[in-house]
């Protein structure tokens, strides 16, 4: 690589020899289902991934043992599998479907124990990927048994950057051309510098689908059938009520994956299933859990393990920048109206963070919780008085929210802001709707007024910002018609700026631009997420924090493994 480029030294400074070697991380994901329900959403290193362990031996620890069957509990229905279009199933795509590498966001490496060996960067717009030989397909379906070649990436990132329901389309909307010198050769050149294209590629939806797949089912769609190189097979879909996986034979880390199956049942009211995980139906829990919910696993250490971590969910208010909302004036009083300790106390049991326009665990790109905790102030009587300025002494208003009958956590932030923002004279009507075409229908059409959202738990602060460019995270216009040129140039700046030092200092300027313009967004606070599972159960060197969430294994320093789901195990195989 030439010493020049600043992909030289970026990669140099981020990753050692080991790691390049194969050394592990997990993908991390941004699954609409994490999203919603705001679990397992891991934080920036709050969590140790190794759960309170009783005496058992910690993860990644021990000797795996091979068969048996992990059966996990889920709140939401899978709506769908197909990794490039569905948001809802994305922790199960994981599992199926095979990624260039892999992404530790703790140590913000990226991990080639995937389909990609290595990477060459000649200048800071070329990517040259070199992918192994041996990643097979499933024994079944149009590509049985055939290697995934360099054609099947570019069928795959074509498809993924013009997704309808892709969440970002800022980075494949900067890929000038694609390029197949050989079979083993994956190139791509961008016209533009981007930043967060290496954390992006690690993303669950770009997931590399064999193009003979894609080229079959082009018509009738991957919704619902699903035909990849991952360490686990469909077996059976029913998305809203149970999924089975079953071992693929051939996968190129053979004899992984350890497990003969792993199960999915959906289970969408939230106390039935915690239940069901208590009486060891389910050997991962599935439900939402705060600090009082858990404890009673964490009091019971010689039968379950916990986890817990910062959480990167974030609930949004959404504002349509038409009507009141047009007027600064009526912005800075939904915001002086809400009371943001009492989210903390009553939804998230007294732990969290103030989120600004990146949510507080990312530390290293947040605002400082002293300077949100002095602008988020709570003020009903000035408020009210803005309110009287603007000619809005009282504002009428639905609010759409997407209804998840397992997530109760979502409603309840809902009815608290209903409550909080009565005492001003703003009223919302609350609206439920059902999640699909809550996606569909509402948020990505911009069909509302005003809409709450947990936005997904991005761990890279392009994309929270990018909610707040003109263009949004399409990259062909936000749904909340909000514009600041300024800002555009700050959020831009950011994304091709690779010096980390200047990178943060942009970053930061463009929050402290957000802030005083009260929306077009208006963040909450964020909690703690804790994950509990049976003892029994052994997620080996990728850690436990996250599992089937946002962010799919905490790393065991020092330990080797391979892509998410291949070393979970059971001691009773």
Known sequence: MAESTYWSRYWRRRISRRTLLGAGAVTALGAASAAVLGCNGGGNGGGNGNGNGGNRTPAGKGTPVAGGNITTGRLIAALGIDPHIDLTGLDIDAMMYTYLYSWDRFTEEAVFNNLATGLEQPDDLTFIFT????????????????????????????????????????????????????????????????????????NATWAIVPEKVLEKYKALGLGHVAFGNGPFMMKEFRGHERIVLERHPNYFLNPKPWLDTFSIIVITESSSLLAAFRSGQHDVNGAVLTKNTAQEFIDEPDKFSVSVSPSLFYPVLHLKMRGPWRDIRVREALN??????????????????????????????????????????????????????????????????????????VADIAVLLKSQLAEVGINMELDAVELGAFIANTILPGNFDVAFFPNLPYDEPDRPLSFYHSKGVTGSGNWTNYTNPELDKLIDAQSEEFDEAKRQEIVYAAQRMILPEHGPQITMTGGMNYFAYWNHVNFGAQGATGFGGTNLGTPVPGEEYGPFGSEIWTEKA
């Open 131 to 202: 992918l192994r030989p041996d990643v097979m397909g499933w024994p079944k379906g149009p590509a049985a048994g055939e290697p995934l070649t360099s054609a099947d990436c570019v069928a795959s990132f074509k498809r993924r950057g013009t997704a309808i329901t892709a969440p970002d389309k800022r980075f494949p909307q900067r890929i000038e051309r694609y390029e197949t010198p050989d079979s083993s050769t994956f190139k791509f050149v961008m016209s533009r510098r981007f930043v967060p294209a290496i954390r992006e590629m690690a």
């Open 336 to 409: 002086l109206a809400i009371k943001r300790p009492e989210i903390i106390e009553t939804i998230q049991d007294g732990e969290g963070g103030y989120n600004g326009p990146i949510q507080w665990p990312q530390l290293k790109w947040a605002l400082p919780q002293s300077e949100l905790r002095e602008f988020y102030r709570y003020d009903p009587e000035r408020a009210k008085d803005l309110l009287k300025e603007a000619g809005f002494p009282e504002i009428n208003v639905k609010v759409k929210y997407p209804e998840v009958p397992g997530a109760p956590i």
